[in-house]
């Protein structure tokens, strides 16, 4: 049996660090960009996401790539 992907869609998220709290814990944002092409290479994502980035003002914690697809019997 055959398996078939479909409908693959990537996201980037952005966890931007926004302060400090009353007990010393980072605070934190999530920004999303996503429909980027499957194919894209991941250094044009990153530069991309990092522009993007470039308009908030803080500081980017982490970036987290997702790839997702539907699996089809063929």
């Given at each position: ?6 409908n693959e ?49 803080y500081n980017?914690k982490i ?12």
């Amino acid at each position: 049996m055959a398996i078939a992907r479909l409908n693959e869609v990537r996201s980037v998220s952005c966890r931007f660090i926004t302060g400090i709290d009353d007990k010393g814990k980072e605070k934190y944002m999530s920004r999303t960009i996503a429909n980027f092409k499957t194919d894209a290479d991941l250094e044009d994502i990153n530069e991309t996401v990092l522009a993007v980035a470039s308009l908030y003002p803080y500081n980017i914690k982490i970036v987290t790539l997702t790839e997702r697809s539907e699996l089809e019997e063929a």
